[in-house]
């Protein structure tokens, strides 16, 4: 990969993963409520998640949803319905009833989101056909898993500390709850765009 094609990679990687979308919206409700700390194996679950999913997406499993359309469509509304059940979490955090049982997600449970997360498909199958084809398709497909790598561990980690800040600012009262009910609605929002665009 010569550094024209890696600076191209690295473009979308940094576009994908630092804009606003359903991971960073989440990074940030959950750093809001639950801190850096607590934070931290959902960040790495994202961090490590979508690089995976890419470098199984360009090895192989790309073809099978190139096969077969469907299954996409099918995994996109998956997804939003995770989505929107995740926003509801979100959007109802910091109520005394929601503090009994929430928590933040756990590393495994971040990591399985990015399959079923309609974003994540849309730049894995569109990194996969642009990086990961021909004689140098493996070499490709890890040098684009390790890019995303890269800059997904500088965006979640970002994202989670805004939230973190945002919630030593807001407090635990009403401030706090309107900020979840914003990034909940941000959620929603985005979830509903992506499924609508794939």
Known sequence: ???????????LAFSMTWTPGPNNMMLA??????GWRRTMPHAMGVTFGFPLMLLLVALGL?????????????????GL??????AWGIANAGSARAEQRSRPLRFVEAGAFQWV?????AFAILVAATYATGPSAVEGAMAAALV???SALGSSQA??????????VLGTGVLLRTFNWAMATLLVASSIWLVATI
């Open 117 to 121: 997360n309609p974003k994540a498909w």
């Open 159 to 168: 994202w989670t500390i805004f939230g973190a800040g945002a919630g030593r």
């Open 148 to 150: 995303f790598l890269i």
């Open 62 to 78: 790309g073809r099978v949803f190139a096969a077969e359309p469907r299954l996409a469509t099918i995994l996109s509304w998956v």
């Open 1 to 11: 990969m010569n550094g024209e094609t890696l600076l191209a990679l690295a473009g």
């Open 81 to 86: 319905a995770f989505m929107l059940w995740f």
């Open 29 to 34: 409700a959950s750093g809001a409520n639950f």
